[in-house]
């Protein structure tokens, strides 16, 4: 299928944090007319070194953040669109202070779609399918562009609230927006609070791992390079107005990945600890991806689970220095809750 939309001047809001920095990369490498400005706040989750070394001028960097008008009215004009990754994503963190989920998920979405009106920019909305709620661990059915939204934390609901500005903006007042819900990401520059990296780096610590609950809460796990050409083709090729759930058929349970990375890291597989659950913990996520398989063509590259581990097992050994820094303070907040 011919793209339809060809931007050339894109804004990238979160392009210092973990996913976004992902699809940063993802467009330098892949998409060399395209220009990208990423707007960061640079919270504890966003680190400029995610996109060091890129061409200079090819990325530039503001530091600002989405919920400031004024700096919007400053830098949107001229961009033809914004990919929207900037949030508070931590589950965790939105159970002990909700407050800066609302205000960057919710008032945060709600500027930049004021942006986007007032200057007629495409609008690209990056979410998750954590806004569906969870489903029973033997219940076949996966997530559809129909499930209908049923989230169970501060940071889910503060996402699907995003979600349903987005779909009001574009149908009031004619938005040129598309949405995409993706489910679990792992690879390259995740912050070392989630549930892959932190494994990783407490084992390369020597610290036993922890798993919440009973460990068979099952997560849809997607290499984020693959989230990124998803999030592409969607921008260039997707209908404006639809939602697009991104997955790559990779189901599994916390304790079978635990498993799957001690094993690789040459430890016994029931090398760790059992610790308290998360109040509210989804049991199972699982996306059904046939619309934008079969509407758009995409296809996920990255579906061997135990080689995309491997590869990121290896990226947190080498790139110790950017992980470190973080892994106390985190480490702290988890002892403090139990966890
Ligand atoms: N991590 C996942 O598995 C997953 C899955 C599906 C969807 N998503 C969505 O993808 C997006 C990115 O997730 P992530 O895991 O990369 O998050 P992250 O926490 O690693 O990065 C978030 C980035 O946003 C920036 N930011 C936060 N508040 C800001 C503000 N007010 N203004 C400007 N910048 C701000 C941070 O500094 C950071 O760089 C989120 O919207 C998340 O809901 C994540």
């Known amino acids: 299928m011919a793209e339809t939309f ?9 392009g210092c944090g973990f996913i976004g920095s992902n699809f940063v990369h993802h467009v330098v490498r892949e998409h060399p007319e395209v220009h990208v400005t990423v707007l960061d706040k640079l919270t504890y989750a966003g680190n400029p070194e995610n996109i060091a070394g890129l061409p200079v001028d090819r990325v530039e960097l503001v530091v600002g953040d989405i919920c400031d008008a004024e700096l919007l009215d400053r830098i949107v004009p001229g961009h033809d669109a914004i990919v929207h990754y900037a949030a ?6 939105s159970i002990a202070d909700p ?5 960057t998920n919710v008032v945060g979405t709600f500027r930049l779609l004021e942006a986007c009106r007032k200057y007629d920019v495409r609008y690209h909305h990056v979410s998750t399918d954590e806004v ?3 489903l029973a661990i033997d219940d076949p059915a996966r997530f559809t562009e129909e499930t209908p939204y049923k989230p169970s934390s501060p940071y889910s609901s503060s996402k699907a609230s995003s979600d349903m500005l987005v779909r009001a903006w574009t149908r009031t007042y004619g938005i040129r927006s598309t949405i995409s819900n993706c489910s679990n990401n792992y690879g390259p520059y995740q912050h070392v609070e989630k549930f892959i990296p932190r494994q990783i780096t407490n084992i390369i610590d020597g610290i036993r791992p922890k798993l919440y609950g009973d460990g068979k809460n099952v997560r849809d796990w997607i290499h984020t390079e693959d989230h990124s050409s998803a999030v592409w083709t969607i ?6 107005g639809e939602t697009y759930l991104i997955g790559a058929d990779g189901e599994k349970d916390n304790i079978t990945v635990l498993r799957a990375i001690l094993k ?3 430890k016994p597989e029931d090398d760790f600890d059992w610790v308290r659950d998360r109040p509210g913990h989804d049991r199972r996520y699982a996306i059904d991806s046939t619309k934008l398989r079969t509407e758009l063509g995409w296809q996920p590259q990255h579906t061997d689970f135990e080689s995309g581990l491997e590869a990121t097992i290896a990226w947190y050994r080498e790139h110790e220095d950017w992980w470190r820094p973080a892994k106390a303070a985190t480490e702290a907040k988890y002892a403090k809750q139990g966890q």
């Open 6 to 14: 060809e931007p050339k001047n894109i804004i990238v809001t979160g």
């Open 88 to 93: 508070e994503s931590h589950n965790d963190n």
């Open 99 to 103: 407050e800066p989920f609302v205000q």
């Open 132 to 134: 569906y709620g969870d």
């Open 235 to 240: 921008l260039t090729k997707g209908r404006i």
């Open 264 to 266: 690789a890291m040459g």
